[in-house]
Nanobody, 129 residues
């Protein structure tokens, strides 16, 4: 079992930057593959994949909407995963949620939410125009 706690969200103007953190506890985190998803405030909006990072940091995956603006990274010594978000846009406004799991991605692949067993509560990011 691993517990995930996100932080670093807030209100920022369009074009600004934020760095989100996801602190893990409970297990050796270096063996876990990790990801960020987001949940926009619009009713009926599905949880959206943002970025994923393999357990050895070799594999990185990004949604097309954030590619070139967001960077996922990890510091295993601190049991923490980060999401650096630059050039933020109003459409990036959402609750950002950290996820993690052990083992291979399998048929789900890194972009599907069912590829991850552990989830945080999320941190709110609001981008004003």
């Amino acid at each position: 079992q691993v517990q995930l706690v996100e932080s670093g969200g807030g209100l920022v103007q369009a074009g600004g930057s934020l760095r989100l953190s996801c602190a893990a506890s409970g297990r050796t985190f270096s063996n876990y593959r990790t990801a960020w998803f987001r949940q926009a405030p619009a009713p009926g909006k599905d949880r959206e994949f943002v970025a994923a990072l393999s357990w050895n940091s070799i594999g990185t995956y990004y949604a097309d909407s954030v590619k070139g603006r967001f960077t996922i990274s990890r510091d295993n010594a601190k049991n923490t995963v980060y999401l650096q978000m630059n050039s933020l846009k109003p459409e990036d406004t959402a609750i950002y949620i950290c996820a993690a799991s052990l083992g291979p991605y399998g048929s789900s692949g890194p972009r599907r939410s069912d590829a991850y067993s552990y989830w945080g509560q999320g941190t709110q990011v609001t981008v004003s125009s």
